[in-house]
């Protein structure tokens, strides 16, 4: 499984790249973008082809999901912690992050999926896992019910390691962003997974 996270700002074509993605058999999107107002939150799902609804997941304006038919949300570690996701048990398809093993493992049901961040390096948030060991701890996994998505410097050069290591699926997020050709980028990993 791989997963593609918005970069937080907008960006040129953004939306258009996006729908490509889905046509070249992108599983799932996550829409991060805490800088933006409801009504362009609004605007950049109109763009986005109503097939793949079904396939993005919102970080924040969970609301907007009712209005679309978009039933997958996730809940940063901090909102987990606090609980906001509760009245969506059972309601949506949830899926929140951690950073280390031990709360991965501690994970209930409610959740179909984890981040698990950085893996590697930050390719988007410069100095940020420069010390990371998180992919050694894969082998420490005891928990069977939430996937775990690795997160964090995944690129076309090192995605094959993560499922190596026992992830059941990668999220791009810097490699794609601040590539020339983010479309081609998401290609070679996706081809570099199926290969």
Not at 76 to 86: L, P, T, W
Not at 145 to 151: F, R, Y
Request: some cysteine; glycine content about 8%; proline content about 3%.
């Amino acid at each position: 499984m791989i997963l593609v996270i918005t970069p937080e700002t907008m960006i040129q074509n953004e939306t258009e790249i996006i729908n490509q993605m889905f046509q070249e058999g992108l599983d799932l999107l996550h829409i991060r973008k805490p800088k933006i107002s409801r009504e362009e939150m609004k605007n950049f799902l109109y763009r986005i082809d109503e097939e793949f609804y079904p396939q993005l997941v919102l970080h924040g304006y969970g609301d907007l999901g009712k209005d679309h038919h978009i039933s997958r949300l996730h809940f940063r570690e901090a909102e987990r912690n606090a609980g906001i996701y509760k009245s969506h048990i059972g309601k949506n398809i949830l899926s929140t992050s951690v950073h280390d093993m031990e709360t991965y493992n501690a994970l209930g049901k409610e959740w179909e999926y984890s981040f698990f961040s950085p893996v590697f390096p930050s390719i988007s948030k410069k100095g940020y896992g420069e010390d990371s060991s998180l992919i050694e701890e894969l082998k420490y996994r005891s928990n069977e019910w939430v996937k775990l998505i690795a997160l964090g410097g995944i690129n076309e050069d090192n995605i094959c390691k993560v499922f190596e290591n026992g992830a059941d699926g990668a999220a791009l997020l810097g490699a794609l962003w601040n590539s020339d050709q983010p479309l081609n980028t998401f290609k070679k990993c996706r081809q570099n997974v199926l290969s």
